[in-house]
């Protein structure tokens, strides 16, 4: 049975506050390196922002679906075809392993914004919500592999672990978090050259020339959203969070000398 809550607003500021704080510690943990621990916020943003006909967002109940959210994305709607990973950079990071001779790596992306505490822009919710972090279409194929900040959120709480696991998954989703959007990094045959845009070759050069698929994105985004709505609340409410974001420590410990994406626009 169900009662009317006795104090319903300061149970809702309060769980609000908790929210906050759950997202600065995941995010602090994978500034550090720990880039799993990102994947819980996945449930704390949609209990956040996702409003259906059963449930209302915690940012709606408290009439904050009304201010405007920091984006760090580009608005590649008046494009035909594009491809744009937007602020995100490909990192190799070897995988501590006691047991094989050779090191393995692990290769995904960082969510590297080039200041921080400016965004590109701000939207209304309702923009920002739906806006693709990741573009990736052709119209002339009719194709669209973009993934929305919404997308991203409930298919990442909804089916891959952190609220609930699927047997099946999204497909999208599934092909950022194992890498098979057709998107890859590798091929480079010249010791140097590898070194400096995959690397690794200094440590294991039976890597030499070969392709890698780029994994985890989705964790990489999921940074980045929390980043976006931390900022957003301490620009715009008077709910403030102590968040100090640290983006230099993953990126000067990555073995790729230089970061980068992919944008290509028609």
């Not at 449930?43 to 405007?68: F, H, V």
């Not at 715009?236 to 102590?242: A, G, L, Q």
């Amino acid at each position: 049975m169900k009662v009317t809550r006795e104090n319903r607003r300061a149970d809702l500021t309060e769980s609000f506050k908790d929210a906050l704080a759950d997202l600065t510690f995941d995010a602090a943990r994978y500034d550090k390196g720990d880039f799993k621990a990102i994947k819980r916020s996945a449930i704390t943003l949609r209990t956040l922002l996702y409003t259906n006909g059963r449930n209302t967002s915690i940012i709606e109940q408290l009439g904050l679906n009304s201010i405007k959210f920091a984006t760090f994305a580009k608005d590649y709607s008046n494009f035909e075809s594009v491809i744009s990973f937007n602020d995100l950079l490909f990192a190799r990071f070897q995988i501590k392993n006691n047991v094989v001779l050779k090191p393995s790596f692990y290769d995904t992306m960082l969510f590297q914004p080039n200041n921080p505490k400016h965004p590109i822009n701000y939207l209304d919710f309702e923009d920002w919500w739906h806006q693709p972090l990741i573009v990736f279409k052709d119209k002339q194929k009719d194709e669209d592999k973009s993934l929305t900040r919404a997308h991203l959120v409930l298919k990442e709480a909804n089916q891959d672990g952190p609220g609930h696991f699927d047997e099946k998954i999204d497909d999208i989703y599934q092909q950022y978090k194992n890498g098979k959007t057709g998107f890859v990094a590798g091929g480079i045959n010249n010791p140097i050259v590898h070194q400096f845009y995959i690397g690794g070759y200094d440590l294991n050069q039976d890597e030499l020339g070969k392709i890698t698929h780029i994994r985890d994105v989705n964790l990489a985004l999921t940074r980045q959203i929390v980043h976006e709505l931390l900022i957003t609340v301490n620009k715009f409410t008077s709910y403030y969070v102590k968040y100090n974001p640290d983006f230099k420590y993953n990126f000067k410990r990555k073995l790729n000398y230089f970061a980068w994406n992919m944008t290509a626009t028609k």
